[in-house]
T-cell receptor, first 114, second 113 residues
Framework: KAGVTQTPRYLIKTRGQQVTLSCSPI?????VSWYQQTPGQGLQFLFEYFSETQRNKGNFPGRFSGRQFSNSRSEMNVSTLELGDSALYLC?????????????FGPGTRLLVL | KQEVTQIPAALSVPEGENLVLNCSFT??????LQWFRQDPGKGLTSLLL?????REQTSGRLNASLDKSSGRSTLYIAASQPGDSATYLC????????????FGTGTRLKVLA
């Protein structure tokens, strides 16, 4: 069974640009969560989607947005990039049946903003 | 606001030692707690998940315990190996119906051959 895949793996952008990151969950998983990981702040929750609906949102500015498609694939978008947005962006999926709680993480997209 | 702290921040031990990693959380009203492992530049791998009603979980050489009332969890690694070198993160979930986890600061472990 294929794991969680994230594309692209690496990305370099300049300040002011926008970026879209993609996440394909494990087949059959309906919940997708996004996290930002930086050396200073650690892992911080961005948002969570379940059946195309945003179920929860972290404390990030409106420049960060996301969506989930009917096949459970998810994208996150960051507009007007700032230097501080440089981070590893991790996506996680879960079966979300209540009985199965384990989250499975992708390898991440490393974003560098110059 | 839930805060999760892990000590020590870094640990270096010789191969074969048994070791304990600590995780503390400020609000005892958690739904479950997971321990993850992260290898450099990689995503996270779930090691153990403890439901709020459980006291411990075991998988191979790993044993995780949970004491909700004191806001603490420990991850015990027996007979450590160089392959155990990684960053270990604990994370708490505060309720059902969401997969929002609050992560700790991590413990960077190095096991020397």
């Amino acid at each position: 069974k294929a794991g969680v895949t994230q594309t692209p793996r690496y990305l370099i952008k300049t300040r002011g640009q926008q970026v879209t990151l993609s996440c394909s969950p494990i087949s059959g998983h309906r919940s997708v969560s996004w996290y930002q990981q930086t050396p200073g702040q650690g892992l911080q929750f961005l948002f969570e989607y379940f059946s195309e609906t945003q179920r929860n949102k972290g404390n990030f500015p409106g420049r960060f947005s996301g969506r989930q498609f009917s096949n459970s694939r998810s994208e996150m978008n960051v507009s007007t990039l700032e230097l501080g947005d440089s981070a590893l962006y991790l996506c996680a999926s879960s079966l979300a049946t209540g009985a199965e709680e384990t989250q499975y993480f992708g390898p991440g997209t490393r974003l560098l903003v110059l | 606001k839930q805060e999760v702290t892990q000590i020590p921040a870094a640990l270096s031990v010789p191969e074969g030692e048994n070791l304990v990693l600590n995780c503390s959380f400020t609000d005892s009203a958690i739904y479950n707690l997971q321990w993850f492992r992260q290898d450099p530049g990689k995503g996270l791998t779930s090691l153990l998940l403890i439901q709020s009603s459980q006291r411990e979980q075991t998988s191979g050489r790993l044993n995780a315990s949970l004491d909700k009332s004191s806001g603490r969890s420990t991850l015990y690694i027996a007979a450590s190996q160089p392959g155990d070198s990684a960053t270990y993160l604990c994370a708490v979930k505060e309720g059902p119906g969401t997969y929002k986890y609050i992560f700790g600061t991590g413990t960077r472990l190095k096991v020397l051959a």
